[in-house]
């Protein structure tokens, strides 16, 4: 299963979602090994490595994603995660904010995906220029609807 087969069937069948996930399944399971070659100056000989690359949805790149994770809570001050005040709740203040974006069902499911990386991108902008360095985690998923959805934690780093 290639992307360029996938872009054929979306092209010649229309979007179809079921065909679109049954492709992806196909896709994922499917290893992909990289094999990188050249000559080594140093010690005068040829060298050649082979690894398995990750793939969006499978289980080596299921291990690289929460490595990153790791190194974003190593990002983060050692301080309390949350000032509590007087645990009242208009009191709880946290650099940290939990963010889920949404589509409304005013354009097709189609363009929700076709548009999710400018729209995002368009809107961390925007806060960007307004409350300064952000860090990001953020993933696009597929609602019950098909719609694409953003989930995304921030991190405020000029602002509590």
């Known amino acids: 299963m290639s992307l360029y087969y996938c872009r054929w069937t979306i ?11 049954e ?7 499917v290893p992909f090994y990289v094999v990188v070659s050249g000559f080594n100056e140093y010690e005068d000989k040829y060298e ?8 969006r949805g499978d289980r080596k790149y299921s291990q690289k994603v ?4 790791n190194d974003l809570r190593r990002q983060l001050p050692k301080e309390s995660f949350f000032s509590w005040g007087e645990r009242d709740r208009n009191k709880i203040r946290s650099p940290c ?3 889920t974006l949404t589509y409304e069902h005013d354009i097709e499911v189609e363009d929700s995906w ?3 990386g400018k729209d995002f991108n368009r809107w961390i902008s925007g806060l960007r220029k307004k409350y300064g360095k952000i860090g990001v985690a953020r993933v696009f998923e597929a609602h019950e609807s098909g719609y694409c959805h953003i989930h995304a934690v921030l991190y405020f780093r000029n602002t509590v």
């Open 114 to 116: 076709k548009e999710v």
């Open 23 to 29: 492709q992806y399944k196909s896709w994922v399971v």
């Open 97 to 99: 904010v939990f963010a």
């Open 48 to 55: 050649y490595a082979c690894f398995r690359s990750p793939k």
């Open 11 to 21: 092209d010649a069948l229309g979007f179809d979602l079921e065909t679109i996930v």
């Open 66 to 69: 929460l490595r990153r994770f």
